[in-house]
């Protein structure tokens, strides 16, 4: 069993940056692939950023391409999200999840995720 705990969410202003952890507490962390969601009020759950197992292929919505970095650290189980000059449309509760994908595959399916995390809120205010 896979157990997925985000941290790092906050309230920032706009331009702001934070960055989210998600610490793993699963087995065989290194080849999962890994993935960060997002679910505004009244909206759907919505893909953001993915990392392949073995990190050599990242995936990332339009919305934050050259703004969010998605990154990981097998040796602490750990996957990251960079998230710099952040907008107020960026509020929403972030979620990380993770899936035996095949190799190189940075999936934007949540459907091929079978894990996920609790949730961590961002608030970026103008």
């Known amino acids: 069993q896979v157990q997925l705990a985000e941290s790092g969410g906050g309230l920032v202003q706009a331009g702001g940056s934070l960055r989210l952890s998600c610490a793993s507490s699963?087995?065989?962390?290194?080849?999962?692939?890994l993935a960060w969601f997002r679910q505004a009020p009244g909206k759907e759950r919505e893909f953001v950023a993915a990392?392949?197992?073995?990190?050599?292929?990242?995936n990332y919505a339009d919305s934050v391409k050259g703004r969010f970095i998605i990154s990981r650290d097998n040796a602490k189980n750990t996957v990251y999200l960079q998230m710099d000059n952040l907008k107020p449309e960026d509020t929403a509760a972030y979620y990380c999840?993770?899936?035996?994908?095949?190799?190189?595959?940075?999936?934007?399916?949540?459907?091929?995720?079978?894990?996920w995390g609790q949730g961590t809120q961002v608030t970026v205010s103008s």
């Open positions: 990392i392949s197992w073995s990190a050599e292929s990242t």
């Open positions: 999840a993770s899936g035996r994908l095949r190799y190189g595959y940075a999936s934007s399916s949540s459907a091929e995720y079978a894990y």
């Open positions: 699963g087995r065989s962390f290194s080849v999962y692939a």
